[in-house]
């Protein structure tokens, strides 16, 4: 099993920055990507930003220019800045990453939550 640890979040006001770290370990033969996800209150949870091994990154449109995704692939980690925050961006960060727990088993893992909460 890959373990999925958040930090970071919190309350901010509308136009700050708030930064949050992921780290993943337990049984990783190999990470494919590693992203993060949010899902607002009443919504469905959707990709904000990931990132895979090679260093190829998608962003959501919403966040384009203002979000910043990186990653630390010595360990394990994957990282998400974020600037000119709005209360749009209120919801529940997941971090996410799909990977390999053996040289066959794969699976898409997830974190807890952390919790950003914009105030206008």
Not at 13 to 39: D, E, H, K, T
Not at 70 to 76: P, T
Not at 88 to 109: H, K, L, P
Request: charged content about 15%.
């Amino acid at each position: 099993q890959v373990r999925l640890v958040e930090s970071g979040g919190g309350l901010v006001q509308a136009g700050g920055s708030l930064s949050l770290s992921c780290v993943a370990s337990g049984s990783i033969f190999r990470i494919i990507s590693m992203g993060w996800y949010r899902q607002a209150p009443g919504k469905h949870r959707e990709l904000v930003a990931d990132i895979n091994a090679g260093g190829a990154i998608n962003y959501a449109d919403s966040v384009k220019g203002r979000f910043t995704i990186s990653r630390d692939n010595a360990n394990n980690a994957v990282y998400l800045q974020m600037n000119s925050l709005n209360p749009d961006d209120t919801g529940i960060f997941y971090c996410n990453s799909r990977a390999y727990s053996t040289v066959r088993d794969w699976g898409d893992y997830w974190g807890q939550g952390t919790q950003v909460t914009v105030s206008s």
